[in-house]
């Protein structure tokens, strides 16, 4: 093998090394991002879901003091609404954390 063979065989094993560390870099940013649109949406979800539990909480402190309650039911109007999506919000996260654990 001549020299100059030898060196055209180094530059496209080079070439071959190169290609597939860009597709294998490229494949590991998707996933990267990805992993951080899904961060994103479960905390978009938390956010949702906390602004829904100081509703919920006002609305026991109206009851309570505004309304004179002694107790309050989970099926009252006020609270049903906001436990139904308190309960899909958590079902939310609890999908898109389960796609993130599978990301890795």
Known sequence: MTFSERMKDMLEQGWAVSKDFALKAGAKAQDLGERG???????????????????????????????????IERDAIEFRSLLEELALIKEQIEKKDTELKKKG
């Not at 978009?44 to 003091?65: I, P, R, S, W």
């Open 37 to 71: 649109v899904l961060m994103w949406d479960i905390k978009q979800l938390e956010n949702q879901a906390e602004k829904l539990l100081a509703k919920l909480g006002n609305e026991a402190y109206v009851a309570f003091t505004e309304r004179g309650q002694d107790t």
